[in-house]
């Protein structure tokens, strides 16, 4: 599908996102392959990609909500219960959190985001291809909100080895580090600056946070500066320019 090569969208969908929006247009396989006809296509992709980003978003942060990588807001007096059975997981729903900025998840196989990393199930060079999908989509979480992390990263070579992905525009700051572990973690050190505004939008998001004020005087310390400038900033497909997005397919 042409649509696969206009970089303003793909990149900034991502990998479950794009499978979703194009499966909108598997019906359209025998439509002619015309100008107009790929216009509505990108016209309707532009008009509706706003509910992507919010909704990949929150997909992102959920899926990185456990209680090892969250800190509860100040006003918030909730107690979160366990699961007996996975401590890593909450027996509930929890709201009203930010993600610190360092991170430790988990996949496994079977999920949408990357493959198992352990050695005697998928093996560390065939888990290389789904860590690199992860990265990607991280990647353009990270772009929406305006942090031009590049895509010109190298996957880790071994287990236990950090490895990181730069600014395109400051290729010696590290946009985050992170590692790969045998038993299925991989920890992940983030830009602090990218956490604040992730926890912003999220919040926003979610109903949790109103204005800047709202979230400086939630938010822990060392997350509580210049937060105003992260309020409603994710980046939307209809600002840019439709006309030169539009100049690659010719």
Not at 52 to 73: A, G, H, R, S
Not at 194 to 216: D, H, I, T, Y
């Amino acid at each position: 599908l042409t649509i696969n090569q206009l970089e303003e969208i793909t990149d900034r969908l991502t990998t479950s996102s794009r499978r979703k929006i194009f499966e909108n247009f598997k019906r359209l396989s025998t439509v002619d392959f015309t100008m107009e006809n790929i216009w509505m296509i990108t016209m309707y992709i532009l008009k509706h990609s706003k509910d992507y980003y919010d909704e990949q978003l929150l997909t992102f942060y959920n899926d990185l909500t456990n209680p090892q990588n969250i800190v509860k807001y100040k006003s918030n007096q909730r107690v979160f219960r366990l699961n007996k059975y996975r401590p890593d997981r909450f027996d509930e729903e929890v709201s009203h959190f930010v993600l610190n900025y360092r991170i430790v998840t988990q996949k496994t196989c079977d999920t949408d985001w990357y493959g198992n990393i352990r050695e005697n199930n998928c093996g560390f060079k065939n888990h290389n291809t789904y860590l690199a999908d992860y990265v990607h989509d991280i990647i353009t979480i990270a772009k929406n909100l305006g942090f031009m992390a590049s895509r010109n990263f190298d996957t880790p070579k071994s287990f236990n080895s950090k490895t990181y992905v730069y600014y395109e525009d400051k290729p010696n700051k590290p946009f985050m580090e992170y590692k790969v572990f045998k038993n299925g973690n991989v920890h992940i050190k983030f830009d602090i600056e990218f956490m604040k505004a992730l926890n912003v939008e999220a919040g926003r998001l979610c109903g949790w946070l109103n204005s800047p004020q709202e979230a400086s005087e939630e938010f822990p310390t060392e997350m509580k500066e210049n937060l105003d400038k992260y309020f409603k900033v994710q980046y939307d497909c209809l600002s840019c320019n439709n006309q030169n997005l539009l100049g690659l397919l010719k």
